[in-house]
């Protein structure tokens, strides 16, 4: 058996400045990388037309073809990471595994494991930041500590930009050394049909949009109009890797501040879930976790269908019902009606977006929700509350986006609101103050 180490891609589906598949191929002579489709996220998905894993399927087939170019293949495996380890390496000899950083706590709890599974068989595993352009503790206050709150985080990172040497990846140049098929003990698994996995195919492409520098230029012009194709459409292609954000931020440096804070947000959600782990399933500040939420299925599977009366959130939950993506300004009008107007627990709504979102990532969703509901590290006080209808006038003034996804808006087909927004938000703000005073009394006794 050969000596072989191996890659293991997981969102950072690219072969180009990724930073673990760099440092494999520098470092050792016969590089294999592999994929593995975990049956413990796939079968939480309910929709056999999944576009997330039509999109992984097709980035996966893109890099086999590129890697077939120099003789070599990718190898794709269906299993628990368990399983799956366990049977390569049956069949190889591997000396080390390479993978870049997950920070998700399914990630880091998985990846624990196959670590202590790797070391018991005398195997390194090495990770790499390579995700975010700063992790873990690459970006804290003076004290140490981390950041709970956006605009000094964001001082920080800029900071440590300049301070850092700025650095790309660049595994393309070694394409040569991955290992030839010719040359392995064992055949390869080669990629396995949607339909084998149990999906289908969609919709989406694995292409990338076209990001002038323009549209950016203009991005803090026009980012909070939902009916301007004024925001970059990236995010699918972050959230999988097939497109380095280190190359982002190059580019948004000498074009746009505001862009680059898009970029830094992610970052900071990101760390927040690693550094605070807790807000995955419940509010960051605990205390919120005692709002009393109303029960309103009929209210939500409205919210979810785009049937509120609303016309602005009507608009925003059809275009994510039928692309898979919600414009930024949007998505935070949603939420806010949501929880704030129906008084629906955020976590319905998080739950909602990750089922449809194509760029749904744990951090930025929850980071996003959590600022709606008032109960995230950075979020708008909870007695701020959005009103749809200043919303509308302000961000989509002539009704161009909500014509384009409510086209019965105006006619009598178009249901009437289905709350008063004024008697919701009194509602909502005695709600939160119940809840929040009975916090506190639970503290003092
Ligand atoms: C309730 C809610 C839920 C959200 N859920 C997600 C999610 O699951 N996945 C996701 O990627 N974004 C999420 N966002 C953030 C944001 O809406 C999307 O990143 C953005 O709309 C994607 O469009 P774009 O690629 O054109 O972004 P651009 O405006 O061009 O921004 C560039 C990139 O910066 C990042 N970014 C921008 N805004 C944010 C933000 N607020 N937080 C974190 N990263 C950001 C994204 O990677 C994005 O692609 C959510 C926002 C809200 C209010």
Redesign the pocket.
Known sequence: MQDLALFWFRRDLRLHDNAGLFHALQQHEAVLPIFIFDPNILSKLRNKQDRRVDFIHQALAAIDDKMKQVGSGLSVMVGTPEEVWNNVLSKYNVRAVYANHDYEPYARARDEKIKALLASKNISFTTFKDQCVFEKSEVVKDDGLPYTVFTPYSRKWKKTLLSKDYQSFASETLLHKFMKTSDLASPLNPLPSLATIGFEKTTVRLQLPDVSDGLIRD?AEK?DLPALHG?????MH??FGTISVRA?VARALPLSET?LN??I??D??MMILWHFPHAATGAFKKEYNQVEWLPDEVGFKRWCEGTTGFPIVDAGMRELNATG????RV??IV?SFLVKDLLVNWQW?EAY??EQ?N???LS??N???Q??AGTGCDAAPYFRIFNPYEQQKKFDPKFDYIRHWVPEYNTPKYPAPMVDHAVARNRTLAVYKDALSGARQQKLF
């Open positions: 991005y980012r925001t970059s459409r990236l995010s972050l959230r982002l862009w898009e970029l947000w992610r900071f959600y993506f919600m414009h930024n998505r935070m939420s709504g977006f990750a979102l760029d749904f990532d930025a969703n980071g996003g929700w600022w709606a």
